[in-house]
């Protein structure tokens, strides 16, 4: 062959002095480091995009109202738990959502990945309830009030561990994910920070904080000062139903309505028990069109027609084959 024989665009020489499987090894974990650091730039790229686009909508369009709610936690805090609460506080006991993020979404989630437009954000009748994770300082500022939840910042470990596992397809060990966790290697970034930024506004009379163990301990003293804080209108006949629906066993009952897994599955769209439709047969008929039942029919006679098989795919026996025993 000559000089310009068919090298392909990848080809490399094998320097001298080194054997082929060594250079392919040098190669190799060349082509892994240049991997990793674009991996790396692309997910620093995706992540300012979105923060730019979280910037824009959530800092900049973003127009609080005096009576929104925004319930802010680090993960794992008790945060799906304080939705309900203040759900069932503004709508005195209503039951009617397929998943908690329906009435009361995720204010930086819905804004980044375009769940909901900035229309019906604004159509959500008042008060309006928001989830966030997102720390003082990126938190839409305004009249509004914000209930932060604290909760033992070791159980928040725990709990994001277990999460990691169920929902994030994390394959590590606790050791691993706590050494992750400490260094703010984990959604949301450091537990440390993000209480410490709340608690140096603790004195803020917009902002209620609440423990999440003291939540467990006294729920009813805690669901009264939410009350009082937020200015719910919930007569004493109601107060023992919303109690109970806000029960871990009632939640636990409850649990699609809660689970990040059925918010995914509200946020795109997509139907729960419509995998098994109808069982039955002859549904196309009231489907496909004169020209797509044509169509079909040409491509089936194409390729199945041979084998003297009709409409119902009925297939002749053939002739050839024997009977065998089972
Ligand atoms: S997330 O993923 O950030 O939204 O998680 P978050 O909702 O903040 O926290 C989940 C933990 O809260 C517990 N939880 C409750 N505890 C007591 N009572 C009620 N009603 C309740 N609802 C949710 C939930 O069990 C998670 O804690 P762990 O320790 O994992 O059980």
Redesign the pocket.
Known sequence: MTENHSKSKFHFDTPEGVSKSSAEKIASSLLKGCAEILKGGIGILTETVQFMELFRVGRLDFVPRADDIFLV?Y???????M??ILYQLASRGNMDFTHICQVAPWFERVISFNVMSAEAIEAILSPRIF?S?LSYRWIPKGQCRYIY?M?NGK?VA??FF??YKSHLGFKGDFSEFFDLFMAGKVQFGSWFKHVSGWLEHRDNPNILFLE?EN??QDLEGCLRRIIQFCGFDVSSEQFPEIMEK???A??KKHESK?D?ITATIWEKGYKQNAFLRKGEIGSAKTYLNEGQEKLFEQKSEKYIGKFGANDDLHIPANPHSSTRNP
């Open positions: 936690t993960p794992r805090s008790g945060t799906t738990w939705q309900m989830k994770h939840v909760r159980d725990v709990s277990h999460f999440y939540l467990i806000c029960s871990f009632f939640m809660f990040h």
